[in-house]
């Protein structure tokens, strides 16, 4: 298994731009998460899904937007980048209360 | 809104002692704690949780809960190198989780 998978790795954008950082598992979990990291921070929840089609807000989510049509797949999609999500963004799945992570995409908006 | 902090760090401990890491949470419904690790540059990883007052133990790692004080800690016995790393606890609430701000961890040899 996989497990949790992230592409890109990393990626630069100019304020403005979009772009989709996709995000997959393996695990056939039902639960999948978004989070960003910011330097010497914890994790901040951006959206989240219980299951495919239904998708929810976390802490943070302006800015962004999801979809979830498959189990598998669960991406993120900035419409205009700005240089406040400059982050690290970690993708998540689990069942129960244990998480897995993936990789991370390390994003930087100029 | 639920919060969970982490006040305590960076935290140096030499190899072999004890290190200690504490975290207060704001939701006195919550019923289960989560302690991540996470080294510099990787994505965190569960080590430990606790869903009931008192102790857990596992292996070198114990985890502590005290509800009546809203307070979790995570004890890490004969500490090593290897253990050098961020330590992130987390409270789940409704199906978000909440993390906090983490506390940098450095065993020196």
């Known amino acids: 298994n996989a497990g949790v998978t992230q592409t890109p790795k990393f990626r630069i954008l100019k304020i403005g731009q979009s772009m989709t950082l996709q995000c997959a598992q393996d695990?056939?979990?039902?639960?999948m998460y978004w989070y960003r990291q910011d330097p010497g921070m914890g994790l901040k929840l951006i959206y989240y899904?219980?299951?495919?089609?239904?998708?929810d807000k976390g802490e943070v989510p302006n800015g962004y937007n999801v979809s979830r049509s498959t189990t598998e797949d669960f991406p993120l999609r900035l419409e205009l980048a700005a240089p406040s999500q400059t982050s690290v963004y970690f993708c998540?799945?689990?069942?129960?209360?244990?998480?897995?992570f993936g990789p991370g995409t390390r994003l930087t908006v100029l | 809104q639920k919060e969970v902090e982490q006040n305590s760090g960076p935290l140096s401990v030499p190899e072999g002692a004890i290190a200690s890491l504490n975290c207060t949470y704001s939701d006195r419904g919550s019923q289960s704690f989560f302690w991540y690790r996470q080294y510099s540059g990787k994505s965190p990883e569960l080590i430990m949780f606790?869903?009931?007052?008192g102790d857990k133990e596992d292996g070198r790692f114990t985890a502590q809960l005290n509800k009546a004080s809203q307070y979790v800690s995570l004890l890490i016995r004969d500490s090593q190198p290897s253990d050098s790393a961020t330590y992130l606890c987390?409270?789940?609430?409704?199906?978000?989780?909440?993390f906090g701000t983490g506390t940098s961890l450095t065993v020196i040899p």
């Open positions: 606790i869903y009931s007052n």
């Open positions: 899904s219980v299951g495919a089609g239904i998708t």
């Open positions: 998540a799945s689990g069942e129960g209360d244990e998480q897995f």
């Open positions: 987390a409270g789940p609430g409704g199906n978000q989780f909440y």
């Open positions: 695990m056939n979990h039902n639960y």
